[in-house]
DNA sequence: GCTGTCACTGCACAGCTGTGCAGTCGGTGC
DNA sequence: GCACCGACTGCACAGCTGTGCAGTGACAGC
């Protein structure tokens, strides 16, 4: 038995006793074929399993329909939430969507990243992590378009897409909401890695809490992961005096309120006003409630595919998706 | 300004004054090129910003390095934890993966499967949804060997690498845990486009529960979602009566269990115990400590490995996963 | 100086598709 | 019968890489 191998063009003009040209232009819509050669050859298609190659399409055109999908944990419940709505969406615009985790790559996340090259992807575009400089210019060197959310911008005169949650007034919305609250002492979690995003949620709401003379403790360590949510709580809230802890994420903030309420013994939001940022799918969720700032994930999608959408060769644009306080149930 | 391309094998070679020839070998390891020569290669590579491409590379080999990963909710917890463990054990392997999202497909999933074909993808894994005749004979003639992680085995004689977790036995676990606590009148809750896993997982908790005689009601309707537990525990517990609910996944347990904690006022433990399925990261934390079956995310992954590993002729294999059950704090 | 060896090097082709261009063939109008 | 037109059709090449094969040059051995 032969080695199986992909059907070509060629297998199908055969069978069905016409030229590969005639092959191809079956697949092409407006293309010249007798109706009764296009029948032809979708019937020997058929019969073989053949599907045109869109690998060896590729080489005649530009670009090609891939785009890179770079993000450091999907299990992150927002980064999951992201990643299907943007694939979904991208499906719908006939492209296809090639995955890279950076989580599987050791110090090299750069040469990692610059192997979406090695497949043209006619985009990358950044859901978590940072954008190494010489990916950037990799990218705007072969006509790449590359799309950065939340991410910090490129040094000067880069090319590159910006989607940006406004992270300013989030942070602003965070503090004044505690601070309605009645908050007194609080605390913002930032993950040790921190983004500009992150870090200007963060400022942002530092910034509010001195204006009106609120002390701030900011603890900045460890991933942007549940367990570092834990870890500031058991460490901010060892001692008592906190009535008030901004989590610069879902699911740090996550990790805050759940170790308060149900490991600290902590009311929440009796003794403890909890607040987040991103407002993931399981936040809603009855254990949880938790009230947060929401960046539209349908804005952020559609201003994703608005750049996706833009030729190679137009100047980058900066994309805001607004921000709204979600109120739930734990802040005071 | 002329449009940007993507960078060729013959712009380096121009650059470095070589033949293309010389290019490609200074890329392929162990080709024979003089030192001086891969050097200055490599040096105009860097200027230009080339890499190899590996669309037209395919076209020289049998099989691509793509791998298709198919899924209906990436957002699901569990799927997205087994879509980060897949993707960065993939890439350790050298493997890109091309994501594929049925939820945008709308009544012709089958042809938006096929599509994966066009890619060359050397391996189709299907995570959630079922799989397609066609599509499996497909990827038969097309030599990619398919893999079905907890899907219904296709039809005698096609060829499909099966992955499976011991749903029977994690049923089993689950009815004889409740029995323990003390159970007398249950329910099972599925959804409503079962798959076999699935529906593997549910008769095997009716058939020891009738060998006790301990009625069972099923609940079978709505997706996979957390939303069908919300709905089901709101029917279900409409009446007193109930002690034990089964959720045939996590994400399905947890909607149940939040809305009989949090909505319907309920002690759990104390007046119902609820058990869930698959161990998903957030079912840990401790809003939840809900009392699960495990199967292991690290055999599921490592089978997932081996059955790609193997070569595109071998005859399909079956794996199986291990389960067990995981104690928490939601059955008496 | 001649010959053989060895390390490179480049040509040419394969691998699969899309497409410009020229050619075929039937049909129509006169 | 002839010119013309329109609808197809196939050839040949482009697009990018990998590789067999022949060729080139240096160099050692005699």
């Known amino acids: 038995m032969t080695k199986p191998r992909f059907v070509s063009a060629a297998d199908v003009a055969r069978l069905a006793g016409v030229s590969r040209s005639a092959v191809s232009r079956a697949y092409t819509p407006g293309a010249a074929v007798s109706e009764a050669a296009r029948k032809r050859i979708h019937a020997a298609a058929e019969e073989l399993g053949y599907r045109v190659n869109r690998l060896a399409r590729t080489l005649h055109q530009d670009r090609s329909d891939l785009v890179g999908l770079v993000g450091g944990n999907f299990s992150n419940p927002y980064i999951a939430a992201q990643l299907d709505a943007l694939s979904c969406a991208l499906q719908g615009r006939g492209l296809q969507c090639l995955l890279m985790n950076t989580a599987s790559a050791g110090a090299d ?26 990916l950037i210019r990799l990218c705007a060197q ?3 378009r590359m799309v950065l959310i939340n991410r910090p911008p490129p040094p000067e005169g880069t090319q590159a897409d910006l989607i940006l949650a406004d992270s300013a007034r989030g942070g602003r919305l965070a503090a004044e909401r505690l601070i309605a609250a009645g908050c007194r002492r609080v605390a913002v979690v930032v993950s040790g890695s921190r983004t500009t995003a992150k870090k ?39 001692r008592p005096g906190l009535d008030g802890i901004f989590g610069v994420t879902d699911e740090i903030a996550l990790g805050v309120l759940n170790t ?73």
């Open 142 to 144: 072969n006509g790449a």
């Open 260 to 332: 308060a309420r149900h490991e600290l013994g902590l009311s929440v939001p009796g003794d403890l006003s909890v607040i987040g940022f991103d407002d993931a799918p399981i936040s809603e969720w009855s254990s949880h409630g938790l009230t947060t700032i929401r960046q539209s994930l349908d804005a952020l999608t559609a201003a994703t595919l608005e750049a996706i959408d833009r030729p190679a060769e137009a100047p980058p644009t900066r994309f805001a998706v607004p921000v709204e306080l979600v109120e739930r149930t734990t802040v005071a």
């Open 109 to 134: 996340v750069s040469e990692h990243l610059a192997r979406l090259l090695d497949y043209r992807v006619r985009n990358v575009v950044l859901l978590s992590g940072a954008a190494p400089d010489d």
């Open 200 to 238: 200007a949620r963060a400022e942002a709401f530092c910034a509010v809490m001195a204006a009106r003379g609120v002390a701030v403790t900011t603890w900045a360590d460890g991933a942007n992961a549940y367990a570092t949510g834990v870890e500031a709580a058991r460490s901010l809230l060892a």
